[in-house]
């Protein structure tokens, strides 16, 4: 395991928005760009936001236009990516060459499963690999007729050189287990992934949630919290793209230290890279207050089970149902008395051989 312990370093919190119409490939040219440009400032660590590639699905089923969401999604679905895949190898390959860690949000899509999409995110290190690949565990709301839910086998941290790296989708920084279950890995530095998104002037708005789950998130893991959000501007967007969408991003990327506070942004209403310090020794000082991983937790009373396996809808059982135990071990029982008792009987006329011989000898 890497110490850490006091590594400084700057970060970037990417907010922009993806290239209208979609296009996975304009868009991944313009996260090189952004890779390029946030290198030239110092930054060893960019986070891109939710679903970057190629977009936010930020439209909903409307009956009175019962086809238009399939239409929205196979249209979103055909521009989403794989992992690995031709786009994010582009990316892997830049990180490489600029030797930059990565944490980026994608529509990720499914070789073997041809209708499937999940919600990714992708972290890339400094030698251009593909450390981790994590998929959202519970879309939320409507989310839910876009995306596949994920499983425990991704739900991990990364340790690297610059220090131990774990991230989030969106509302599963409101779900306290997903939270737990990485902070008690350990993690140093947070990439939380947000859409930016929405704002309504007669709704609900996720301005204040993300402010305060990012700022609680920090002080309860004792962490770095990068927050990375979209800003797409509503005149930047193509009449009629995605039917209903409301296109009222607002932003919200930001940096926070381990005492809930930024270090730099929250930036809202505008395109930008958001940089700051991480030094990790603010980490250790913040926990000699309180330590979730160490002093201040009660493993004896409450602890957490972690279910780590990928899940699939048909695999060969690795683990054969009671009754086949049952009726195999029965089998081998039986082998081997039959077995058993072939050695007996061969010894018996070995015995009585041998009596028999002594016989004719006296």
Known sequence: MYDNSWKKFVAAAVQAAPVMPLSREKTTEKILDLMSQAKKEGADLLAFPETFIPAYPNFSIDLQQPNEWQENLRYLLSESVYVPGREIDRIAKHAKDLKVYVSLGVNERVKTFGARLYNSQVFIDSNGRIIGSRRKLLPTNREKVFWTPGDGADLQVYETDLGVIG??????????????????????????????????????????????????????????????????????????LFGNAAWDYFGGSGIVS?????????????????????????????????????????????????????????????????????????????????????????????????????????
């Open 167 to 240: 991230g989030l989708i969106c509302y599963e920084h409101l779900q306290p287990l997903f939270k737990y279950a990485l902070m008690v890995q350990g993690e140093q530095i947070h990439c939380a992934a947000w859409p930016g998104w929405p704002n309504y002037k007669k709704g609900r708005s996720n301005k204040h949630v993300i402010d305060a789950a990012m700022r609680q998130y920090a002080l309860e893991g004792q962490c770095f919290v990068i927050i990375s959000c979209m800003y797409v501007p509503a005149k930047d967007v193509p009449k009629g």
């Open 258 to 362: 381990p005492s809930g506070e930024y270090v730099a942004g929250p930036a809202y209403d505008k395109e930008t890279i958001i940089y700051g310090e991480i030094d990790l020794s603010r980490n250790a000082l913040r926990k000699s207050l309180v330590d979730l991983t160490g002093k201040d937790s009660r493993w004896d009373v409450i602890q957490l089970a972690w279910k780590g396996t990928r899940t699939a809808p048909f695999y060969p059982s690795a683990n054969p149902l009671p009754e086949q135990t049952i009726d195999r071990d029965t089998r081998k029982l039986e082998e081997q008395i039959s077995a058993l008792k072939e050695q007996v009987a061969a010894l018996r006329d070995i015995v009585k051989e041998r009596i028999t011989k002594r016989g004719k000898r006296s």
